[in-house]
């Protein structure tokens, strides 16, 4: 395969004859969208360049979708820029750094993935100013750990795989050395930020039990009660749809999650616009 699909073919990104219009495949998308959020969305696109390639997923899949692929296909994540990874308690409630945006994940190559991620690194740094050969640099020292990290994977068992995880607490010991004061400290507020990143935070943020049962605040356009959106018509058919769907849900859990997660139900429904996509999803709060 390697023989078939050198490594030197993925260096170069040339443009088809018939390479399809960005702004035009933007507009295309947009048309699915909420309208009232499409300005939104490229008001946020426009800050800069790396913000207009967080929200620009649509078009970087149709230009590699003609570039050179080994033929292995994998689970991708869909948008596995720089900016959606972090850190996340576990529900150990262990600090570990991990991808967090699945909402475009599909089956396709896994080169994909790995582009969208080395080409975020080369925006982010440069925009933040580094020079070109640290960009560079930037991009070959992520390929060349994900290509290490690849080797071990392929030589572990298939639990040891699934259950492998990067810890926050021994990563920090060994990039603390690493960075300035400035960026130390940053980093620890990060951290005590993260810790603190809940569910209680997540409800004190969006939602209020000042009268009865929970409801989601208003924050128009960005935070927006569905029964703010539709009609009662319109509300019942879509409370009986996301209740058909937790139902569903819920019958695929384990039975000691199960038990956990009947514990709550459905009070309250709201959209959400998140990111630089700002498409509006819906969000359900649960008492």
Known sequence: MRRAVPRSSHGVFTPTRDRLDPIELL??????RVPELVPIRYARMTVSPFTFYRGAALLMASDLADTPTSGFQVQCCGDAHLSNFGLFASP???LIFDINDFDETLPGPWEWDLKRLVVSLLLAARDNGFSVEDQEQVVLEASKEYRAWMGRFARMGTLDVWYSRIEMEPLFEDIRVQLGSRMLRRLERRIEKS???DSKHAF????SHAVGDPRIVSEPPLVVRARDLLDDTQYQRLETILGRLLTDYAGTLPHDIRELFDQYHLVDVGRKVVGSAASGRTHGSRS
């Not at 507009?27 to 699915?32: D, G, P, S, T, V």
Request: glycine share 0%.
């Open 27 to 32: 507009e295309r998308q947009a048309r699915l």
């Open 195 to 197: 810790v603190a990143r």
């Open 92 to 94: 150990e409630r262990r």
């Open 204 to 207: 004190a943020r969006f939602a």
